[in-house]
Nanobody, 118 residues
Framework: QVQLVESGGGLVQAGGSLRLSCAASGSIFGIDHMGWYRQAPGKQRELVAR???????NYVDAVKGRFTISRDNAKNTVYLQMNSLKPEDTAVYYCNAKVYTSYWGNYWGQGTQVTVSS
């Protein structure tokens, strides 16, 4: 069984910064991509940023230049550094990872709330 545990969400004023962390644990033999999604009230969940096992990254246009995704393979952890936050970044942020145990599976964290006040 694999668990993704997120931390780092909270309330911040516009222009501020937050850093999200997500640690994967369990019977893990490998991790392919890791990423962050977000879901605002009344909206569909969307991909925010993703990083491959080789370190290649991609971002949704709305966060380019403000957010940075990174990972520590030794710790099975992915981070999302969020700078210059805007009220429209307010959402529940979910960690996602493709993990190999005895097969490849797609796993989600429980979500962490990010609220940006104007």
């Amino acid at each position: 069984q694999v668990q993704l545990v997120e931390s780092g969400g909270g309330l911040v004023q516009a222009g501020g910064s937050l850093r999200l962390s997500c640690a994967a644990s369990g019977s893990i033999f490998g991790i392919d991509h890791m990423g962050w999604y977000r879901q605002a009230p009344g909206k569909q969940r969307e991909l925010v940023a993703r990083v491959t096992s080789g370190g290649d990254t991609n971002y949704v246009d709305a966060v380019k230049g403000r957010f940075t995704i990174s990972r520590d393979n030794a710790k099975n952890t992915v981070y999302l550094q969020m700078n210059s936050l805007k009220p429209e970044d307010t959402a529940v942020y979910y960690c996602n990872a493709k993990v190999y145990t005895s097969y490849w599976g797609n796993y989600w964290g429980q979500g962490t709330q990010v609220t940006v006040s104007s």
